[in-house]
């Protein structure tokens, strides 16, 4: 029997993630031959990369103009071998700008489309919403709040819950990892998590780097910066103060996260697992200025970070743009250090978002959805 080929497609690190963890579940329910767009997590899960996301991942929109020739190469390769290998289904995984245009393509060839983490389309550019519906087959969404915004549009969805659920956990405790880093256990302790893209880090690291100078005028803290696989550790330790260079850490995130008594995190994907490790948080981000001037008119909610976007309210600080000044991060820092009432509060708020992120399995959950759509799909496509 002929393996059924599926392809599956992600176009940054968090998506890699998420999807090389589904073709591993996708591989216990049969015989698939993975294939598509993605990074090192997908491909020691199987998956073969027909283009790396490395060469595609971008964030903001006049950043995109750069990388151009780049995601038009990808989008080729993936047509051509779609149109070779005629898939019955595409699992593709966020990343809108790239895979609603894919999606269209791949109709040609009577393939059905299935996105696996919706975009966030209801809060950024929310008419794009119809594309969805007229694309693809199903949506699997990871917020409980996003399924009736698809069902409203006519999007047949599935809520499956947070795939990070049940799978964020600390190989180590903060005392043996203090003993390894060679930091007091008395002191306070702050992670770094910058971001991973060139241009996050860009925006990022010399705020931080002002901000953390500042905490440790006020606070004789330690501070710890977890790398994130595609950022390059030797460039991190860059253009930091005499004295107050952080101790550079890779695959170890969640272990900083845990020891941390605060973090301070580019959002994304990171503000989710924080909170998930129940750990105090100030979120941050910026981008250039023309982009915030662009996709100013086309936001459409309060909030920017994912854990209060979760909750509804304001559980962390975010400081977004201009509000990003290494004095505002040290003060918050400062605060949640200080304020034994404000730490309790946030973790309360945490504890909500921990509720609504759904119970564990979703990605089995969403193997099951791909896997009850196949029988249908390979007899179209036989």
């Not at 501070?223 to 950022?231: G, W």
Request: glycine fraction near 6%.
């Amino acid at each position: 029997m002929t393996s059924i080929p599926i392809l599956l497609s992600a176009g940054e690190a968090s998506g890699d993630m998420y999807a090389a963890r589904l073709a591993t579940a996708l591989h216990q329910r049969g015989d698939f031959a993975l294939f598509g767009m993605g990074g090192p997590k997908m491909r020691e899960a199987g998956v073969e990369i027909i283009a790396d996301y490395s060469e595609v991942s971008v964030v903001g929109i006049t950043e995109v103009l750069k990388r151009l020739p780049s995601l038009r190469r990808a989008m080729r390769r993936l047509v051509t071998e779609a149109e070779r290998r005629r898939p019955p289904l595409a699992v593709l995984t966020d990343f809108p700008g790239f895979h609603l245009r894919l999606a269209r393509k791949l109709r040609r060839f009577a393939v059905r489309n299935v996105y696996y983490i919706c975009p966030q389309f209801w809060a950024w550019r929310p008419w794009r919403v119809n594309l969805v519906r007229r694309r693809f087959a199903r949506a699997l969404c990871i917020f409980p709040f996003e399924e009736k915004f698809y069902a409203d549009a006519g999007v047949p969805v599935t809520f499956i819950g947070h795939p990070l659920v049940g799978e964020v956990r600390a190989a180590r405790g903060r005392e043996e990892f203090c003993r390894a880093l060679g930091f007091d256990t008395g002191k306070p302790i702050i992670a770094l998590l910058p971001g991973s893209r060139p241009a996050e880090l860009a925006q990022h690291l010399p705020v931080l780097q002002e901000a953390c100078a500042l905490i440790q005028t006020e606070c004789p803290a330690q501070f710890v910066l977890a790398a994130s696989q595609d950022a390059r550790a030797e460039s991190l330790r860059r253009g930091w103060p005499t004295g107050m260079q952080p101790q550079v850490v890779e695959g170890q995130t969640y272990d900083a996260l845990a020891a941390a008594d605060s973090a301070i995190i580019s959002s994304g994907t990171a503000t989710v697992e924080a909170a998930l490790l129940d750990t105090p948080m100030v979120v941050i981000y910026r981008v250039t200025p023309l982009t915030a001037a662009l996709a100013k008119p086309l936001v459409r909610t309060e909030f920017f970070g994912m854990v209060n976007l979760i909750a509804g309210r304001r559980v962390v600080p975010e400081l977004i743009q201009k509000k990003f000044t290494a004095k505002r991060v040290a003060q918050e820092v400062l605060h949640q250090l200080r304020d034994a009432q404000a730490r309790c509060d946030l973790r309360k708020g945490l504890a909500v978002v921990r509720e609504r992120l759904g119970p564990p399995g979703a990605v089995q959950r969403a193997a099951d959805a791909i896997a009850h759509l196949l029988p249908r799909t390979a007899g179209n496509a036989s």
